[in-house]
């Protein structure tokens, strides 16, 4: 019996097969990684490093990230453009990124280096990591939800956790950035593993070719 | 076509990983449709390299949601 196909679905699928390599989290985690040296740059040699890391973070991983998708995911499961509503999703995770990255060392910056600070900011910087885990937790549900990635909700419970143990603990803000950028940048080489298992390289050309 | 449908354009690898099809019976398929007129078969270059993208025509988007509607119809006169 015919059976009317399931757009969404469909839809869904062919999203999640190209998000399914893993790049993403590698290059998060990267991110997260390059955060966390920078913040503890600025402890060890007060260098203010981090206050430019997330710009320079940015300009080099975007263009290895493309670069990585077009040498590693395009030749194993093909090209395919989504057109502007998928454009739109990693456009939006990305500036979502750099918008939290830029939040969060902005406020651990000036909490670190401006002593005359107002009283409600004093509160802001000593709740610090809670408002960064939260606030990182609802990012990665927004996103997991808009992209239809579930780790990313996994991602954002272990950053509260972490976070909210790193407040009360009194762990250093930079040592919680580095195991939460390599706990990302580890599944997301697990993922490429597995997805380049899954399809590996094949001399398929393209019709008409 | 569904799988075309969903996206702006698409490759063959790409089509052939999602519909799990043999190249030679994708193949068949997509000529089909491309003398049908519903898939435009475009050749470009990507990175010097040779590419050939493959998307619905208006034609084709057109008759698949035709198609859609006739389905669903066909459902709902379907008896419990």
């Known amino acids: ?209 | 076509m569904a799988q075309l449908y969903v996206v702006q354009s698409a490759d063959f690898l790409f089509l052939q990983r999602q519909t799990q099809m043999t190249p030679g019976n994708l193949s068949a398929h997509l000529r089909k449709l491309e003398d049908a007129g519903y898939v435009e078969i475009t050749k470009e270059f990507i990175e010097r390299k040779p590419h050939t993208a493959l998307a619905l025509t208006k034609k084709g988007r057109n008759a698949f949601k035709q198609y859609r509607r006739d389905i669903q119809q066909i459902a709902e006169r379907l008896p419990e």
């Open chain 1, 1 to 209: 019996m015919t059976k009317e196909p399931n757009l969404k679905e469909i839809e869904k699928k062919a999203y999640m097969s190209y998000h399914q390599d893993g790049l993403l989290d590698i290059f998060a985690g990267l991110y997260i990684l390059g955060f966390g040296l920078g913040s503890y740059a600025d402890i060890i040699w007060e260098s203010g490093f981090g206050m430019i890391m997330p710009a320079i973070l940015i300009a080099v991983v975007l263009p290895i990230w493309i670069a990585a998708k077009r040498r590693i995911t395009m030749p194993r499961i093909g090209f395919v453009n989504f057109g502007i509503r998928g454009a739109s999703k990693i456009t939006a995770f990305f500036i979502g990124l750099m918008v939290v990255g830029l939040g969060v060392f902005s406020v651990f910056t000036l909490a670190t280096f401006q002593s005359g600070l107002r009283q409600w900011l004093d509160l802001i910087f000593q709740n610090g990591m809670l408002i960064v885990g939260f606030g990182s937790l609802a990012v990665c549900l927004l996103f997991g939800y808009t992209m239809g990635l579930k780790r990313l909700y996994a991602y954002g419970l272990i950053s509260v956790i972490a976070l909210v143990i790193g407040h009360f603990m009194g762990i250093f803000f930079a040592y919680i950035l580095l195991a939460l950028g390599i706990m990302v940048m580890v599944t997301g080489f697990a993922l490429l593993i597995g997805f380049v298992r899954k399809y590996p390289l094949q001399g398929v050309k393209a019709i008409a070719d």
